[in-house]
């Protein structure tokens, strides 16, 4: 059976940590491609020189023409510009819409089959505009936030508590943004939800309310101390192992920008909401019961996403 094969669309820091997990996990040959030239020819050749010491079988290629991607399985984008100190993932609409448009091209002529997973941001408006672009089906077009922002919510939990990362879960809703709505009571340790785990002393509310407010900061706490970019090992891990779902047919259940098609009564929208992920795409949404305020703050967070997309269709008439 011929190996899987894995396009990175944009080749910077996600791009080629993304490439360098999908080698040491083995899950196809990369393609690295970029407008830079020369970028993803190095970033290839470089991955590829670890190879042999790794001990993985991967082919791993750069290009700067959209015909490398051909026939991808799996598309990942991160083409565009990350936020600097001081700028919200908002402010970075203008320029990644015209970004998106091109990728878009770009896979529905060479890569119309694959799965794709946009990364870059602001995120819920720009995989929403990429379908679009694309024109690829919604169930195969997908947004990777979700799985980060309960990543980061797992991690500072875990710490609080002093246990391992991977008895903790979390679950993370609504747009990748500072409206985005972690949800304690379906998040746990082995099971224990969080409101229990106050109740037993583990932890106290004001502290619980620290880690949420934390969560929803995680992105711009990372740009503060990097001063030139965001966040890049955390986001890649987490679209590959959305990528690795696809590619297996796990069927996990993960958060993820997905199309709702009726689903929380919204339409022809991009917003995080748990779903399953399997050979089939994105193979079902999961619906589950929010209290009023959890509710709320869905809305809260599906409003500012509606904006965006407002600000998309005032950029690029054709999204109307
Ligand atoms: N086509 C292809 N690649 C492009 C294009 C384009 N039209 N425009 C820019 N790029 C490339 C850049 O040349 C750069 O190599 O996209 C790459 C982006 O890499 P970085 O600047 O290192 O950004 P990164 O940290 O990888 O983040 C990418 O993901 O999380 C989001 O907010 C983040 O939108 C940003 C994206």
Redesign the pocket.
């Known amino acids: 059976m011929a190996r899987n094969k894995i396009a990175l ?9 993304l490439a360098h997990l999908a080698g040491l996990k083995e899950l196809g040959d990369i393609v690295l ?4 030239e020369g ?2 020819q190095g970033k290839a050749l470089d991955i590829a020189q670890s190879g042999p010491v790794e001990g993985f079988d991967a082919r791993l290629s750069g290009a700067n023409d959209y015909s490398a991607i051909e026939g991808a399985d799996v598309c990942i984008v ?6 600097k100190p001081g700028m919200s ?1 908002d402010d ?1 609409l203008g ?2 819409l ?2 998106m448009e ?2 878009g091209a ?1 896979i529905k002529q060479y890569a119309p089959n694959a799965f794709v997973i946009c ?5 819920d408006a ?1 995989v929403w505009a990429l379908q679009k672009f694309s024109g690829l089906p919604k169930t195969h077009v997908v947004g990777m936030a979700g799985v980060l922002d309960s990543a980061r919510f797992r991690h500072f939990l875990a710490t609080e508590f002093d246990v391992s990362v991977e008895d903790v879960t979390a679950f993370v809703l609504g747009g990748h943004g500072d409206t985005m709505v972690p949800l304690v009571r379906y998040s746990t340790v082995a099971g224990i939800p969080l409101p229990d785990l106050v109740k037993m002393g583990w932890t106290s509310q004001e502290k619980l309310d620290a880690i949420v407010q934390r969560t929803r900061d995680g ?1 711009a706490e990372i740009v503060g101390l990097l001063k030139t ?4 090992y955390a ?1 890649a891990a987490s679209a590959i192992e959305m990528a690795e779902s696809f590619l297996k047919d796990k069927k996990r259940v993960l958060p993820a920008a997905a199309a709702l098609t009726g689903q929380y009564g919204l339409d022809d929208l991009y917003v995080g909401v748990p779903v399953v992920i399997g050979a089939g795409g994105v193979e079902r949404v999961v619906e589950i019961t929010l209290d009023g305020e959890e509710k709320a703050q869905f809305e809260k967070s599906v409003g500012s996403v509606k904006g965006l997309m407002d600000a998309c269709r005032g950029i690029a008439p054709s999204l109307a």
């Open positions: 669309i944009g080749s910077g820091m996600i791009g080629g940590t491609f970029d407008i830079a970028t993803p991160t083409a565009g510009v990350p936020r993932r970075l320029i990644n015209k970004v091109a990728v770009g990364i870059t941001n602001p995120l720009m992105g970019g965001s966040a890049y986001p």
